[in-house]
């Protein structure tokens, strides 16, 4: 199986400030040169998780553009560029390149 | 709009099965992999498998071979996972979410069900 590791796994934040989220994967998630298969999402306190960024860097539907993704091969980013008090919650990183699908342990998201 | 609405919670006893559905609307369900993700009180999500749109090739995860079946029923627009021989470490919350063709990625959940087992 392939192993995401996150750090840090408790984030204190700032509203206004930027914050970062790091993920690891055990092997690349490169397919074929051309997509890489991470994901991020976001699980807001009694809720359903929900996709934020998906190929790495490609933001879902809806979702404000203070949140971006970047990354290759096997180190990936999630950046909140000013962060705002409804970006609370526990955010996830998650592998589709090959099942079983693994997810990251959680990094959760404070306000200070 | 997308919608995923699962069943209600279940209370099982130890050794017995349960079964969770999950009614999709607003989109084209025969479409789309359904897939299956459990989160335990307290923990993080862990992937369990999907159904493939055509509801005869599933996946699951090595962890859960053997006692989970995914199945679905595209004249309601509806996925079900069925979970045998349930122990204390299966008291989860159960989500569905739905994987867009050629995308490999989980867009929508459903709201989740809680299926807790105890004696």
């Known amino acids: 199986d392939i192993v995401m590791t996150q750090s840090p796994l408790s984030l204190p934040v700032t509203p206004g400030e930027p914050a970062s989220i790091s993920c690891r994967s055990s092997?690349?998630?490169?397919?074929?040169?051309?997509?890489?298969?991470l994901d991020w999402y976001l699980q807001k306190p009694g809720q359903s998780p929900q996709l934020l960024i998906s190929l790495a860097s490609t933001r879902a539907s809806g979702v404000p553009d203070r949140f971006s993704g970047n990354g290759s091969g096997t180190d990936f980013t999630l950046k909140i560029s000013r962060v705002e008090a409804e970006d609370v919650g526990v955010y996830y990183c998650m592998q589709a390149l090959q099942p079983p699908w693994t997810f990251g342990q959680g990094t959760k998201v404070e306000i200070k | 709009q997308v919608q995923l609405v699962q069943s209600g919670t279940e209370v099982k006893n130890p050794g017995a099965s349960v079964k969770v559905s999950c009614k999709a609307s607003g989109f084209t369900f025969s479409d789309y992999y359904m897939h299956w993700v459990r989160q335990a009180p307290g923990q993080g999500l862990e992937w369990m498998g999907w159904?493939?749109?055509?509801?005869?090739?599933?996946k699951y995860a090595p962890k859960f071979q053997g006692r989970v079946t995914l199945t679905r029923d595209t004249s309601i627009s509806t996925a079900y996972m069925e979970l045998n021989r349930l122990t204390s470490d299966d008291t989860a919350v159960y989500y569905c979410?739905?994987?867009?063709?050629?995308?490999?990625?989980?867009?929508?959940w459903g709201q989740g069900t809680l299926v807790a087992v105890s004696s």
């Open positions: 979410a739905r994987d867009p063709p050629t995308a490999l990625t989980l867009d929508y």
């Open positions: 092997q690349s998630l490169l397919q074929g040169n051309e997509n890489t298969y």
């Open positions: 159904i493939h749109p055509n509801s005869r090739d599933t």
